[in-house]
């Protein structure tokens, strides 16, 4: 009786599917999948028609035109950009799509119950990335365009550049839309691998997260992480070392960080839960408080997920932030104590742009805390309907929905604000740690201690302080509406 009631509901599911197959869309997550996507892809346009504008201007100027430098410089720092806002958004979209699935274990194994393949499944939900992928990187295509186009606008009104030749709608402009499309795709790929383990018995089960024991089991993708950081981080000293005899050893470090970066990323529910677990002592020993701090521990995955997004945002911002006055410190000792002011304020002009660029990529692993907050709420209407029927209010639910984002932001910022100051630093160390320190003396190495701007770190702490309440808004708005009759029925 069970096996026929729930294969007639697979087969009804089925049947509804097909009859509205794009119905998945409207699924929570895949607006903000868009989103990211689509905040992907315009950045690339305006980065890509900005490098070919400025390409433009100096070829028009009579004396610097035939210099090929800035211009390679320029193209270099676009394709970095780009390429860091592709990482992000492709690691939030397969975090995403990894905690949609989860939401989607009880479905999925009916379909399997009545014969669907887990392959075939896994393969819908790549299908459905790549949709996903499309859509928002034509939008992001359509709104980079004219974001573009209202800049040179302005640049030509403002700088008074007059008539500088320059084709707005180019073929180039398809490269960070195709990009962006097919990282979504495998995103989604990456992120659905737990089909593969669904079995037709968790058909009876809810929304289904890897427990601290089952992440510690595997061996696998733990041993990866651990040989991609250890690696990484042994680049990192290298390219330091190197870098006090050559400006090449920045390419080691440069390997090094993103090596290290991606075995931190592999393995984040390693990392992260012993960090909440101290954010936890913060919030005192209230029933709320340590029903928040249990709920971030129970299920690591779920929490990493979270906190991994927001762990980059905030370690790019604050990396660029220690390297332009890590660079600072090194020309000023290389100067012999004193830094030129044309120099430095060229230094920090170019910090302003570059912090502003970078902080684009935040918003974008803010837009990841936000949805996978809503999903995570949304995917525990059981639970959260129990705590209802026992009596907790909807004030106590809203403090705990708080407090949980809390735990996650404050513990990634604080190991955001590590790696960044790791990463800065060993960025500006391995590229100019070979420059003199007395042009008449022999070549020696400049070696110097981390230099940390107090703020930008201050701004960083105030904008996660504020992204914890913006992201807790729709949660805590969905957790309260929560009837506990109708979530103990599901």
């Not at 550049?161 to 962006?180: Q, S």
């Not at 390693?270 to 709920?295: D, K």
């Not at 979270?306 to 762990?311: E, H, L, N, R, S």
């Not at 996650?408 to 100019?432: F, N, R």
């Amino acid at each position: 009786m069970i096996a026929e009631t729930l294969a007639g509901r697979g087969v009804r599911g089925r049947r509804d599917a097909a009859s509205a197959p794009s119905s998945w869309l409207r699924e929570r997550g895949m607006g903000a999948s868009i989103l990211v996507a689509a905040i992907s892809t315009a950045f690339g346009v305006v980065l890509i028609s900005a490098t070919a504008y400025i390409d433009a201007m100096l070829r028009a100027n009579p004396y610097i035109g035939a210099s090929g430098t800035l211009g390679f410089v320029n193209s270099f720092l676009t394709v970095l950009l780009v390429g860091v806002a592709v990482y992000v958004a492709s690691i939030v979209t397969a975090n995403t799509f990894a905690t949609v699935v989860a939401g989607r274990t009880r479905a999925i194994a009916l379909l399997r119950l009545i014969g669907a393949s887990a392959r075939s499944q896994r393969s819908e939900i790549a299908r459905q990335g790549f949709v996903v992928g499309v859509i928002g990187a034509g939008l992001g295509l359509v709104g980079g365009t004219a974001l573009a186009a209202v800049g040179v606008w302005l640049a030509g009104r403002m700088l008074d550049l007059g008539d500088v030749p320059f084709d707005l709608v180019r073929a180039d402009l398809l490269l960070p839309a195709a990009v962006v499309a097919l990282t979504t795709w495998a995103a989604a790929w990456a992120g659905s691998r737990r089909v593969l383990t669904v079995t037709p018995l968790q058909a009876i089960g809810g929304s289904v997260e890897l427990s601290h024991e089952a992440v510690v089991r595997r061996s696998g993708r733990n041993i990866a992480a651990l040989v991609l950081f250890v690696v990484g981080g042994a680049l990192l000293a290298l390219g330091v070392i190197g870098g006090l005899f050559s400006p090449l050893g920045v390419v080691v470090a440069f390997v090094g960080g993103i090596l290290s970066f991606t075995g931190l990323a592999l393995g984040a529910t390693l990392v992260m839960p012993p960090v909440l677990r101290l954010v936890g002592r913060i919030f005192g020993r209230s029933a709320t408080a340590r029903l928040a701090a249990e709920n971030a521990l129970r299920h690591p995955e779920r929490s990493s997920r979270m906190a991994i997004g927001v762990v980059m945002g905030v370690t790019l911002v604050t990396m660029f932030a220690v390297a332009i006055q890590s660079t600072k410190a090194v020309m000023t000792a290389a100067a012999g104590g004193a830094l030129p002011p044309e120099l430095g304020t060229i230094l920090d002009s170019f910090a302003a742009i570059m912090m502003g660029l970078v902080a684009v990529s935040a918003v974008i692993a803010g837009v990841g805390l936000v949805n996978l907050l809503t999903l995570g709420v949304v995917q525990r209407r059981r639970e959260l309907g129990l705590l209802r029927a026992l009596g907790v209010s909807n004030g106590q639910i809203r403090a705990m929905v708080l407090l949980e984002a809390a735990h996650i932001t404050i513990a990634a910022t604080a190991t955001g604000l590590v790696l960044g100051v790791l990463y800065g630093w060993a960025g500006a160390q391995s590229l100019l740690g070979s420059i003199p320190t007395n042009p008449d003396a022999p070549v020696v190495g400049t070696f110097v201690v981390p230099a940390v701007p107090l703020g930008p770190v201050l701004v960083i702490v105030i904008a996660t302080a504020v992204l914890t309440l913006v992201a807790a808004v729709v949660p805590t708005r969905l957790a309260t509406r929560v009837a506990p009759v109708e979530a103990l029925a599901e």
